[in-house]
Protein backbone atom coordinates (compact mmCIF):
# COMPACT_ATOMS: atom_id res chain seq x y z
CA UNK A 1 0.00 0.00 0.00
CA UNK A 2 1.56 3.35 -0.96
CA UNK A 3 0.28 6.84 0.40
CA UNK A 4 1.85 10.04 -0.12
CA UNK A 5 2.00 13.46 2.49
CA UNK A 6 4.16 15.45 3.76
CA UNK A 7 7.14 14.92 6.68
CA UNK A 8 6.38 17.18 9.86
CA UNK A 9 9.23 16.08 12.28
CA UNK A 10 12.18 13.06 12.96
CA UNK A 11 11.27 10.31 15.17
CA UNK A 12 13.58 9.07 17.89
CA UNK A 13 13.84 6.22 16.12
CA UNK A 14 15.81 8.53 12.68
CA UNK A 15 12.78 7.97 10.86
CA UNK A 16 10.52 10.83 9.53
CA UNK A 17 6.90 11.17 10.98
CA UNK A 18 3.61 11.68 8.63
CA UNK A 19 0.13 11.91 9.95
CA UNK A 20 -2.93 10.30 8.27
CA UNK A 21 -5.80 8.53 8.14
CA UNK A 22 -6.02 8.48 12.02
CA UNK A 23 -2.55 6.85 12.48
CA UNK A 24 1.09 8.03 13.14
CA UNK A 25 3.54 6.85 10.51
CA UNK A 26 7.21 6.39 10.89
CA UNK A 27 8.63 6.76 7.32
CA UNK A 28 12.14 5.53 6.83
CA UNK A 29 14.51 7.55 4.66
CA UNK A 30 12.60 10.82 5.09
CA UNK A 31 13.16 14.36 6.58
CA UNK A 32 11.77 16.99 8.33
CA UNK A 33 9.60 19.11 5.19
CA UNK A 34 9.36 16.58 2.57
CA UNK A 35 6.63 16.18 0.48
CA UNK A 36 7.00 12.13 0.17
CA UNK A 37 5.21 9.14 -1.23
CA UNK A 38 6.08 6.07 0.92
CA UNK A 39 5.24 2.55 1.35
CA UNK A 40 3.62 0.95 4.29
CA UNK A 41 5.15 -2.28 5.39
CA UNK A 42 3.63 -2.92 8.96
CA UNK A 43 0.44 -2.34 10.19
CA UNK A 44 0.07 -1.89 14.70
CA UNK A 45 -2.76 -0.72 15.93
CA UNK A 46 -1.76 2.81 16.67
CA UNK A 47 0.77 3.72 14.24
CA UNK A 48 2.09 2.26 10.84
CA UNK A 49 5.98 2.12 9.22
CA UNK A 50 6.98 2.66 5.81
CA UNK A 51 9.61 3.59 3.09
CA UNK A 52 9.73 6.36 1.36
CA UNK A 53 10.08 5.31 -2.21
CA UNK A 54 9.73 8.73 -4.30
CA UNK A 55 9.97 12.72 -2.95
CA UNK A 56 8.13 15.20 -4.89
CA UNK A 57 9.54 18.40 -2.64
CA UNK A 58 13.36 17.08 -0.91
CA UNK A 59 14.63 19.35 2.24
CA UNK A 60 17.66 21.22 1.30
CA UNK A 61 19.71 18.43 3.74
CA UNK A 62 18.69 15.27 1.65
CA UNK A 63 22.50 14.22 -0.14
CA UNK A 64 22.82 11.63 -2.66
CA UNK A 65 22.78 8.08 -1.65
CA UNK A 66 24.24 5.32 -3.63
CA UNK A 67 22.79 1.67 -4.12
CA UNK A 68 24.26 0.11 -0.81
CA UNK A 69 23.80 2.71 1.19
CA UNK A 70 19.97 3.10 0.34
CA UNK A 71 19.36 0.08 1.71
CA UNK A 72 22.38 -1.05 4.34
CA UNK A 73 21.05 -1.62 8.14
CA UNK A 74 24.25 0.32 9.02
CA UNK A 75 23.69 3.79 6.64
CA UNK A 76 19.90 4.55 7.59
CA UNK A 77 20.99 8.32 7.64
CA UNK A 78 22.75 8.03 4.57
CA UNK A 79 20.23 10.41 2.86
CA UNK A 80 20.71 13.39 5.51
CA UNK A 81 23.76 15.82 5.03
CA UNK A 82 26.53 15.67 7.27
CA UNK A 83 26.25 18.59 9.26
CA UNK A 84 22.65 18.74 9.82
CA UNK A 85 22.27 15.21 10.50
CA UNK A 86 24.87 16.03 13.47
CA UNK A 87 22.37 18.59 14.39
CA UNK A 88 19.27 16.71 14.25
CA UNK A 89 20.89 14.26 16.42
CA UNK A 90 21.57 17.01 19.13
CA UNK A 91 17.98 18.19 18.94
CA UNK A 92 16.65 14.77 19.54
CA UNK A 93 19.07 13.70 22.12
CA UNK A 94 17.90 17.13 24.00
CA UNK A 95 13.72 15.93 22.99
CA UNK A 96 14.48 13.04 24.58
CA UNK A 97 15.70 13.93 28.05
CA UNK A 98 13.12 16.39 27.99
CA UNK A 99 10.55 14.35 26.74
CA UNK A 100 11.15 11.26 29.37
CA UNK A 101 13.60 12.98 31.97
CA UNK A 102 11.86 15.92 32.57
CA UNK A 103 15.58 17.43 32.24
CA UNK A 104 15.21 20.92 30.56
CA UNK A 105 17.90 21.24 27.72
CA UNK A 106 19.54 24.39 29.25
CA UNK A 107 20.81 21.62 31.85
CA UNK A 108 23.30 20.24 29.38
CA UNK A 109 24.69 23.58 28.76
CA UNK A 110 26.32 24.23 25.30
CA UNK A 111 25.88 20.20 24.35
CA UNK A 112 29.01 19.96 21.77
CA UNK A 113 28.61 17.25 19.53
CA UNK A 114 32.15 15.84 18.14
CA UNK A 115 32.68 15.14 13.95
CA UNK A 116 33.58 11.42 12.47
CA UNK A 117 35.05 11.00 9.10
CA UNK A 118 33.39 7.79 7.24
CA UNK A 119 35.12 4.18 7.05
CA UNK A 120 35.08 4.52 10.85
CA UNK A 121 34.20 0.57 12.19
CA UNK A 122 37.35 -0.87 14.28
CA UNK A 123 34.68 -3.67 15.16
CA UNK A 124 32.14 -5.19 12.57
CA UNK A 125 29.55 -8.01 12.82
CA UNK A 126 29.47 -9.17 9.22
CA UNK A 127 27.34 -11.64 7.76
CA UNK A 128 28.32 -14.35 4.99
CA UNK A 129 25.89 -16.47 3.23
CA UNK A 130 25.92 -19.08 0.74
CA UNK A 131 24.77 -19.22 -2.64
CA UNK A 132 24.70 -21.48 -4.90
CA UNK A 133 28.22 -22.47 -4.99
CA UNK A 134 29.11 -19.01 -4.73
CA UNK A 135 28.94 -16.40 -1.04
CA UNK A 136 28.42 -12.93 -0.35
CA UNK A 137 29.38 -11.05 2.57
CA UNK A 138 27.04 -8.13 4.15
CA UNK A 139 25.08 -6.24 6.37
CA UNK A 140 21.26 -7.11 6.45
CA UNK A 141 19.15 -4.60 4.88
CA UNK A 142 17.16 -2.48 7.09
CA UNK A 143 14.38 -4.26 8.86
CA UNK A 144 15.55 -7.58 7.04
CA UNK A 145 17.60 -10.33 6.89
CA UNK A 146 18.52 -10.17 3.77
CA UNK A 147 22.20 -9.35 2.73
CA UNK A 148 23.24 -6.03 1.04
CA UNK A 149 27.14 -6.61 -0.21
CA UNK A 150 30.03 -4.27 0.95
CA UNK A 151 30.48 -3.06 -2.42
CA UNK A 152 30.89 0.98 -1.90
CA UNK A 153 30.10 0.75 1.87
CA UNK A 154 31.08 3.62 3.57
CA UNK A 155 31.57 3.15 7.12
CA UNK A 156 33.61 -0.05 6.44
CA UNK A 157 37.87 0.36 6.04
CA UNK A 158 38.92 -0.67 2.53
CA UNK A 159 40.89 -3.14 4.65
CA UNK A 160 38.23 -5.05 6.21
CA UNK A 161 36.41 -4.88 2.91
CA UNK A 162 39.08 -6.13 1.19
CA UNK A 163 39.81 -8.92 3.72
CA UNK A 164 36.56 -10.19 3.90
CA UNK A 165 36.07 -10.51 0.18
CA UNK A 166 38.93 -12.68 -0.10
CA UNK A 167 37.70 -15.00 2.74
CA UNK A 168 33.88 -15.03 2.48
CA UNK A 169 33.96 -18.18 0.06
CA UNK A 170 35.73 -20.05 2.83
CA UNK A 171 33.53 -18.79 5.64
CA UNK A 172 30.43 -20.18 3.48
CA UNK A 173 32.20 -23.83 2.25
CA UNK A 174 30.38 -25.73 5.61
CA UNK A 175 27.03 -23.95 4.60
CA UNK A 176 23.92 -24.81 3.06
CA UNK A 177 22.57 -22.92 0.25
CA UNK A 178 21.08 -19.63 1.86
CA UNK A 179 22.46 -20.12 5.23
CA UNK A 180 23.80 -17.23 7.14
CA UNK A 181 27.23 -17.38 9.07
CA UNK A 182 28.40 -14.34 11.26
CA UNK A 183 31.81 -13.24 11.73
CA UNK A 184 32.91 -10.98 14.56
CA UNK A 185 36.02 -8.97 13.52
CA UNK A 186 38.08 -6.34 15.27
CA UNK A 187 40.99 -4.19 13.36
CA UNK A 188 44.18 -2.58 13.74
CA UNK A 189 43.79 1.46 13.84
CA UNK A 190 45.22 2.11 10.17
CA UNK A 191 41.65 0.51 8.49
CA UNK A 192 44.29 0.17 5.64
CA UNK A 193 47.44 -0.12 3.88
CA UNK A 194 51.10 -1.15 5.70
CA UNK A 195 50.70 -2.50 8.74
CA UNK A 196 47.12 -3.54 8.71
CA UNK A 197 45.67 -5.89 10.73
CA UNK A 198 42.76 -7.97 11.57
CA UNK A 199 41.29 -10.60 13.67
CA UNK A 200 38.07 -12.54 13.69
CA UNK A 201 35.92 -15.37 15.25
CA UNK A 202 32.84 -16.97 13.71
CA UNK A 203 30.98 -17.58 17.11
CA UNK A 204 30.78 -21.67 17.28
CA UNK A 205 33.60 -22.04 14.60
CA UNK A 206 36.40 -20.35 16.32
CA UNK A 207 38.94 -17.73 14.31
CA UNK A 208 40.85 -20.44 12.05
CA UNK A 209 37.74 -20.88 9.81
CA UNK A 210 38.14 -16.68 9.33
CA UNK A 211 42.00 -17.10 8.52
CA UNK A 212 43.01 -14.90 10.99
CA UNK A 213 44.20 -14.68 14.55
CA UNK A 214 42.37 -14.23 17.26
CA UNK A 215 43.35 -10.91 18.61
CA UNK A 216 45.19 -7.55 16.97
CA UNK A 217 47.30 -5.02 18.79
CA UNK A 218 45.75 -1.38 18.57
CA UNK A 219 48.51 0.66 18.65
CA UNK A 220 46.57 4.59 18.85
CA UNK A 221 48.53 7.91 19.08
CA UNK A 222 48.43 9.19 22.52
CA UNK A 223 47.53 6.32 23.98
CA UNK A 224 48.43 2.96 25.54
CA UNK A 225 48.87 -0.17 22.79
CA UNK A 226 45.65 -2.58 23.61
CA UNK A 227 45.25 -5.96 23.23
CA UNK A 228 41.55 -6.86 21.57
CA UNK A 229 40.14 -10.04 20.54
CA UNK A 230 37.70 -10.30 17.89
CA UNK A 231 34.17 -10.62 19.60
CA UNK A 232 35.53 -8.41 22.87
CA UNK A 233 33.91 -4.95 23.39
CA UNK A 234 35.74 -2.07 22.50
CA UNK A 235 35.05 1.41 21.06
CA UNK A 236 33.78 1.54 17.63
CA UNK A 237 35.04 4.76 15.83
CA UNK A 238 38.63 5.03 14.74
CA UNK A 239 38.54 8.75 14.26
CA UNK A 240 37.36 9.40 17.91
CA UNK A 241 39.03 6.51 19.75
CA UNK A 242 41.97 9.24 20.99
CA UNK A 243 40.37 12.14 21.15
CA UNK A 244 37.43 10.30 23.86
CA UNK A 245 39.57 8.64 25.99
CA UNK A 246 41.50 11.95 26.38
CA UNK A 247 38.63 13.82 27.40
CA UNK A 248 37.49 11.10 30.05
CA UNK A 249 41.36 11.41 31.32
CA UNK A 250 40.73 14.89 31.90
CA UNK A 251 37.73 15.06 32.91
CA UNK A 252 38.46 13.11 35.90
CA UNK A 253 41.54 14.77 36.23
CA UNK A 254 39.93 18.03 36.63
CA UNK A 255 37.23 16.58 39.21
CA UNK A 256 39.96 15.44 41.38
CA UNK A 257 39.53 11.56 41.50
CA UNK A 258 41.66 9.54 43.19
CA UNK A 259 39.77 6.27 42.96
CA UNK A 260 37.10 5.25 40.31
CA UNK A 261 34.50 2.33 39.89
CA UNK A 262 34.03 1.61 36.50
CA UNK A 263 30.87 -0.60 35.05
CA UNK A 264 30.89 -2.85 31.90
CA UNK A 265 34.64 -2.11 31.12
CA UNK A 266 35.21 -4.36 28.11
CA UNK A 267 38.91 -4.68 27.46
CA UNK A 268 40.05 -1.76 29.80
CA UNK A 269 39.28 1.13 26.91
CA UNK A 270 38.23 3.96 29.26
CA UNK A 271 40.06 1.99 32.81
CA UNK A 272 43.03 3.13 31.07
CA UNK A 273 42.40 6.71 30.71
CA UNK A 274 41.02 6.33 34.34
CA UNK A 275 44.64 5.12 35.46
CA UNK A 276 46.29 7.74 33.51
CA UNK A 277 44.60 10.07 35.39
CA UNK A 278 45.78 9.05 38.47
CA UNK A 279 43.28 6.78 39.97
CA UNK A 280 43.08 3.75 41.52
CA UNK A 281 40.53 1.79 39.42
CA UNK A 282 38.00 -0.95 40.21
CA UNK A 283 37.06 -2.56 36.42
CA UNK A 284 33.86 -4.70 36.33
CA UNK A 285 33.17 -6.84 33.42
CA UNK A 286 30.90 -10.45 32.67
CA UNK A 287 32.30 -11.20 29.69
CA UNK A 288 35.00 -13.76 29.45
CA UNK A 289 36.82 -12.62 26.41
CA UNK A 290 36.93 -8.80 26.90
CA UNK A 291 37.89 -10.59 30.72
CA UNK A 292 41.00 -11.87 29.28
CA UNK A 293 42.15 -8.88 27.18
CA UNK A 294 42.01 -6.72 30.41
CA UNK A 295 43.83 -9.46 32.16
CA UNK A 296 46.91 -9.13 29.31
CA UNK A 297 46.48 -5.57 29.04
CA UNK A 298 47.13 -5.46 32.74
CA UNK A 299 50.13 -7.27 32.62
CA UNK A 300 51.63 -5.13 29.98
CA UNK A 301 50.57 -1.77 31.03
CA UNK A 302 52.37 -3.45 34.65
CA UNK A 303 49.48 -1.08 36.28
CA UNK A 304 49.74 -3.12 39.22
CA UNK A 305 47.92 -2.90 42.49
CA UNK A 306 46.55 0.52 40.79
CA UNK A 307 43.78 -1.49 38.63
CA UNK A 308 41.66 -3.88 39.92
CA UNK A 309 39.79 -5.97 36.94
CA UNK A 310 36.86 -7.91 38.76
CA UNK A 311 35.11 -10.85 36.21
CA UNK A 312 31.63 -10.74 36.93
CA UNK A 313 28.36 -9.39 36.43
CA UNK A 314 27.64 -5.93 37.91
CA UNK A 315 25.20 -7.49 40.17
CA UNK A 316 27.21 -9.91 40.90
CA UNK A 317 29.87 -7.51 42.34
CA UNK A 318 27.50 -5.35 43.76
CA UNK A 319 26.76 -8.12 45.55
CA UNK A 320 29.61 -8.64 47.25
CA UNK A 321 31.68 -6.11 47.51
CA UNK A 322 30.06 -2.50 49.09
CA UNK A 323 33.23 -0.19 48.46
CA UNK A 324 33.09 2.65 46.97
CA UNK A 325 34.74 5.25 45.06
CA UNK A 326 35.47 9.21 44.21
CA UNK A 327 33.98 8.66 40.92
CA UNK A 328 31.39 5.84 39.07
CA UNK A 329 31.96 5.14 35.30
CA UNK A 330 29.04 3.40 33.36
CA UNK A 331 29.04 2.48 29.94
CA UNK A 332 25.96 -0.24 29.42
CA UNK A 333 24.45 -1.87 26.88
CA UNK A 334 21.89 0.10 25.33
CA UNK A 335 19.02 -1.48 27.31
CA UNK A 336 20.94 0.97 30.15
CA UNK A 337 21.24 0.28 34.27
CA UNK A 338 17.58 -0.13 34.94
CA UNK A 339 17.32 -1.75 38.55
CA UNK A 340 20.77 -1.37 39.19
CA UNK A 341 21.48 2.94 38.44
CA UNK A 342 20.83 3.10 42.60
CA UNK A 343 22.90 0.55 43.39
CA UNK A 344 25.66 1.96 41.29
CA UNK A 345 24.95 5.35 42.33
CA UNK A 346 24.95 4.55 46.03
CA UNK A 347 29.01 3.52 45.42
CA UNK A 348 29.95 7.16 44.05
CA UNK A 349 30.91 9.65 47.03
CA UNK A 350 30.80 12.26 44.55
CA UNK A 351 30.75 11.82 40.98
CA UNK A 352 29.15 9.23 37.94
CA UNK A 353 30.32 9.98 34.30
CA UNK A 354 27.21 7.38 32.49
CA UNK A 355 27.84 6.89 28.37
CA UNK A 356 25.29 5.78 26.49
CA UNK A 357 24.63 4.84 22.84
CA UNK A 358 20.91 4.94 23.44
CA UNK A 359 19.38 8.34 24.67
CA UNK A 360 16.07 7.04 25.81
CA UNK A 361 17.48 4.37 28.50
CA UNK A 362 19.85 7.20 29.35
CA UNK A 363 16.98 9.54 29.55
CA UNK A 364 15.26 6.84 32.09
CA UNK A 365 18.28 6.29 33.93
CA UNK A 366 19.22 9.72 34.67
CA UNK A 367 15.50 10.52 36.15
CA UNK A 368 16.42 7.67 38.17
CA UNK A 369 20.16 9.02 39.86
CA UNK A 370 18.29 12.87 40.18
CA UNK A 371 15.25 12.06 41.74
CA UNK A 372 15.79 8.61 43.41
CA UNK A 373 20.13 9.13 44.22
CA UNK A 374 20.66 12.95 44.62
CA UNK A 375 22.58 13.62 41.71
CA UNK A 376 22.55 16.78 39.08
CA UNK A 377 24.19 17.01 35.33
CA UNK A 378 26.70 19.14 35.32
CA UNK A 379 28.47 18.33 31.87
CA UNK A 380 27.53 16.78 28.85
CA UNK A 381 28.88 16.22 25.34
CA UNK A 382 27.66 14.06 22.45
CA UNK A 383 30.13 11.72 19.81
CA UNK A 384 29.36 10.72 16.79
CA UNK A 385 30.38 7.63 16.44
CA UNK A 386 27.82 6.62 14.01
CA UNK A 387 27.84 8.69 11.35
CA UNK A 388 25.52 7.97 8.18
CA UNK A 389 23.28 6.73 11.54
CA UNK A 390 20.73 8.26 13.50
CA UNK A 391 22.34 7.24 16.56
CA UNK A 392 24.89 8.91 19.04
CA UNK A 393 27.19 8.65 21.92
CA UNK A 394 26.13 10.73 24.59
CA UNK A 395 28.70 11.44 27.91
CA UNK A 396 26.81 12.83 30.72
CA UNK A 397 28.71 13.96 34.08
CA UNK A 398 26.58 13.75 37.34
CA UNK A 399 27.39 15.21 40.62
CA UNK A 400 26.15 14.49 44.26
CA UNK A 401 24.06 17.32 45.39
CA UNK A 402 25.66 18.77 48.93
Known amino acids: MTRAGRVERLAPTGEGIVRGDGKVVFVDGALPGEEIEFEIFETRTRFERARAIRVFEASPDRQATTPHSSRCGGTDWAH ?6 RMAKRL ?3 E ?4 IAKIAPTSFGDLPIS ?6 RLR ?3 HVERRGSGSVAGFFERRTRRLVPLDGCAIVSVGAREWIGAVEDGIAGPLRPGEVAT ?9 AGEGFRIAARIPGRGSRSAASPESVELEIPGLPAFHVSAGAFFQINRHRVGAFWQAVRDLAAEIGATSALEAYAGSGYLSSALLAAGCRVTSIEAAASSADDARENARRWGSGDAWRYVAASVEEHLDRDDSAADLVLADPPRAGLGRLAER ?3 RARRHFLYVSCEPACLARDLGTLRDGCG ?4 RAWLEDFFPLTHRVEAAVLLARRT
Open 183 to 191: VETVESFTG
Open 92 to 94: LFL
Open 115 to 120: HSGLEY
Open 375 to 378: FRVV
Open 124 to 126: NQF
Open 96 to 99: TMER
Open 80 to 85: FAVDPA
Open 344 to 346: LAA
